[in-house]
């Protein structure tokens, strides 16, 4: 049939070619319709409601908790709190040493997470075969990450405490941490790895490199941004962690400045931690464990925006 | 190794014979026999889903990244079985390159894109880099366009210099096929016809095997046509013949668009 031959003429022509799907067989009560629209409407204000009522919600408890450290915290939180050496007396108590206890703990925290954990994502999404293995790591690997962080200070002491010997150094701390928050980064690194298109893999191949050259410059280098987010989130965790350096064992009352790896030290969680605990006996605590709480907070948000910038300077572009 | 056993100046670079290629257990390729001859551009032709792709990705073993296939038969890649044992992929790869249908260019700068090959390869000199990319966008046709912005993004570029610029960057390692799956099938027909000319210009220097769905395209650029339907190959020769007098009824329904 030609062109030609579909041509309508007439008006009455139209409407009779087109009866059929003018009118739907099935009517539509669009009155009922309206009367629920009604409904709707109001259910989708009250839907907006609750949504902002929780983030209002959280925010009001941030609020609250930065009011009350902020409130303890002033007049206690100046240079010579910064500087100074820990003491039982509140007014000459300072926590340069839980400082740089913190510093070096993701000193070990994060090489040792980045590189293992970077690594494992690596092999779980670039050379281990689809199958039953494969699934039966990854599922595990999430399960870590849901394990209370008491049970890797156990691990903690029972390996690298006892078996290894490392007392209760910053090595033993800082591996102890990495264990901890390994699984954060392996996942994170596995599903910025796995957002890589594979045209940029082929691209790669299709010069002749092999699967490390892929990996290392195109793999990574775009999987970058999504790793360091892992990375962030591992430190902010770590840094934070009371309960596994409790269990091993970690000293609060520690004079000495750490100076290697091997040294003891303190860290500003367990500042918090048995200034909090104390409170009873020495009132002065609260505000000591107040001003803590704030140098903790600024160290994290300065090792984050380290991470940041370097996430945006490299931010993908395809 | 491939370059020592075989003959480089021989006039055949390819001679397929009986490959057969299966995803699991669907057969994509059905006995394909045909050979590809230097300094010529042989256009592969097809509906979608006839194996075009597939055949082309064998010619280089990109389909070895793809854990579900299977293939049989042989490809001689001047008089060298590419399938055997002591072919290594890497070779393989610099010396038969390719362009894929969507422009590909990695997430970095147009020159750290065009030196990607020679500098996996090991090459560090600055000044070499900087003349290798220089050549490799001049034969592109794609120097004059980003001379002054080298350490722009490759994804700053427009759609048709993307593609300018992955052909670029396969020239770079310096191969003596090119193997392009469709490489104009995103671009506007300007940029179009800057690569058809491109394409004849590198004639002079490379074999081009082309995957089209233009039969314009096949007919304007190519020396010789394979028409592919559900994974056979069903007419191989000339393209003036092929598009003139074909043989097989098949061909002709697909060139006049009769097909499907
Ligand atoms: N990775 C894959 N896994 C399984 N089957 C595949 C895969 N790639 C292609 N196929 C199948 O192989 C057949 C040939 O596909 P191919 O991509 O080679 O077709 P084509 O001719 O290039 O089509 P188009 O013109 O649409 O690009 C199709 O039936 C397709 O479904
Ligand atoms: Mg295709």
Redesign the pocket.
């Known amino acids: 049939m030609g062109y030609q031959d579909q041509l309508i003429t007439s008006e009455s022509e139209v409407n009779e070619k087109f009866k059929s799907i003018k009118k739907s067989p099935v009517l539509l009560n669009k009155e009922a319709w309206n009367k629920r629209m009604e409904k709707r409407i109001i259910m989708d204000k009250v839907a907006r409601k609750i949504f902002s009522l929780s983030t209002v919600f959280a925010l009001v408890i941030l609020g609250i908790l930065f009011y009350r450290i902020g409130v303890q915290s002033a007049g206690w939180l100046n240079l010579k709190f910064l500087t100074g050496n820990l003491s039982i007396f509140p007014e000459k108590a300072g926590i340069y040493g839980a400082i740089i206890g913190s510093v070096w703990l993701m000193a070990v925290v994060i090489p040792v997470t980045l590189l293992l954990g970077v690594s494992t994502a690596i092999y779980l999404e670039e050379y281990a075969k689809e199958g039953k293995f494969q699934s039966f790591i990854k599922t595990n690997i999430s399960n870590l990450a849901g394990v209370p962080s008491v049970i890797f200070g156990l691990l903690g002491l029972a390996v690298f405490r006892r078996l290894f010997g490392l007392g209760s150094s910053i090595l033993a701390g800082g591996l102890t941490l990495s264990l901890l928050v390994l699984p954060i980064i392996v996942v994170a690194s596995q599903e910025a790895i796995r957002a890589v298109p594979n045209f940029l893999r082929d691209g790669a191949y299709a010069m002749g490199a092999t699967k490390w050259t892929t990996i290392r410059t195109v793999v990574l280098p775009a999987s970058l941004p999504g790793i360091l987010t892992g990375c962030i989130l591992a430190i902010s965790r770590a840094i934070g962690e009371t309960a596994p350096l409790v269990v091993l064992g970690i000293p609060t009352l520690i004079l000495a400045i750490p100076e290697s790896l091997m040294s003891d030290f303190t860290a500003l969680p367990i500042q918090i931690y048995y200034w909090t605990l104390d409170t009873v006996l020495t009132p002065e605590y609260a505000n000591l464990a107040a001003a803590t709480i704030v140098v903790l907070l600024v160290v994290l948000l300065l090792m984050n925006s380290i991470a940041i910038f370097i996430r945006n300077k490299f931010q993908r572009r395809y | 190794m491939l370059t020592n056993g075989g003959n480089m100046q021989s006039k055949v670079v390819y001679s397929v014979e009986n490959l057969n290629l299966w995803?699991?257990n669907?057969q994509?390729l059905r006995d394909i026999n045909l050979k590809i001859e230097k300094n010529e551009v042989t256009a592969i032709i097809?509906?979608?889903?006839?194996?075009?792709?597939?055949?082309i990705k064998t010619l280089n073993r990109m389909v070895d990244n793809?854990p579900?296939v299977r293939t049989s038969g042989k490809i001689f890649y001047h008089g060298t079985d590419i399938f055997d044992k002591s072919v290594r992929l890497e070779e393989l790869r610099t010396t038969v390159g390719m362009v894929f249908?969507k422009p590909n260019p990695f997430p970095k700068s147009i020159f750290e894109n065009v030196v990607y090959g020679p500098k996996i390869h090991g090459i560090r000199n600055k000044k070499q880099l900087m003349q290798i990319a220089e050549e490799s966008l001049k034969s592109a046709a794609l120097w004059d366009e980003v001379k002054d912005r080298l350490n722009d993004n490759a994804y700053g570029l427009s759609g048709g210099q993307q593609q300018r610029l992955c052909i670029a960057r396969s020239l770079a390692i310096q191969p003596d096929v090119l193997l392009m799956d469709?490489p104009t099938s995103a671009l506007d027909p300007i940029a179009t016809n800057k690569i058809e000319e491109l394409i004849d210009e590198l004639k002079n220097n490379y074999t081009i095997a082309i995957?089209t769905?233009s039969m314009q395209q096949a007919a304007r650029i190519s020396d010789k046509t394979a028409f592919?339907l559900m994974?056979e190959l069903i007419e191989f020769g000339d393209t003036k013949k092929i598009f003139t007098t074909p043989e097989d009824k098949r061909t002709e329904d697909y060139i006049t668009g009769r097909f499907g």
Do not use: L
Request: with cysteine.
């Open positions: 995803y699991g669907d994509a097809g509906p979608s889903g006839c194996g075009k792709s597939t055949f793809i579900i249908q469709e995957v769905h592919f994974g």
